[in-house]
């Protein structure tokens, strides 16, 4: 008796453990309340000074979409330039997408970089690319 209980025991997580799939609705999924963001520092090599855009674009390579957020929460006197945060990760969700910065100054390209940044159902992260950049 004790064996059946056993097998039907084994039998029953076997059969749950098969019947859950990934869910990527995320439906059922309880995030928490931290705001997470990803961007990156422009700093001069001689002596580690931020440098000073005039104007930045994020692009999304795959369609060359420009997704430049539309505030930055740090001001950009700091050399912290923005790339994606959490209010983007419906467009990188269960994807791993490569943009583009584009950093210039007086209208002159001066800086190119891409990363590769991804989301789950609560928050982005970065997959590839340096986050201090220094010119």
Not at 10 to 30: H, M, P
Not at 49 to 63: F, H, Q
Not at 76 to 102: H, P
Request: aromatic share 8%.
């Amino acid at each position: 008796m004790k064996r059946l209980i056993l097998w039907f025991l084994l039998l029953l997580l076997l059969i749950l453990g098969c019947a859950r799939e990934k869910k990527s609705d995320c439906t059922n999924v309880f995030c928490t309340d931290e705001f997470k963001t990803i961007g990156v520092s422009i700093k001069h090599v001689s002596d580690s000074s931020a440098v000073i855009l005039t104007t930045y674009k994020v692009i999304r390579v795959s369609d060359k979409k420009d997704i430049s957020p539309g505030n930055s929460i740090v001001p950009v006197n700091y050399g912290y330039y923005l790339l994606v945060d959490d209010t983007d990760v419906g467009m990188l969700r269960n994807s791993d997408v490569e943009i583009e910065f584009q950093g210039y100054i007086n209208n002159i390209l001066l800086i190119i970089k891409r990363f590769v940044v991804t989301a789950d159902c609560c928050h982005i992260s970065l997959v590839s690319g340096e986050t201090v950049i220094y010119i």
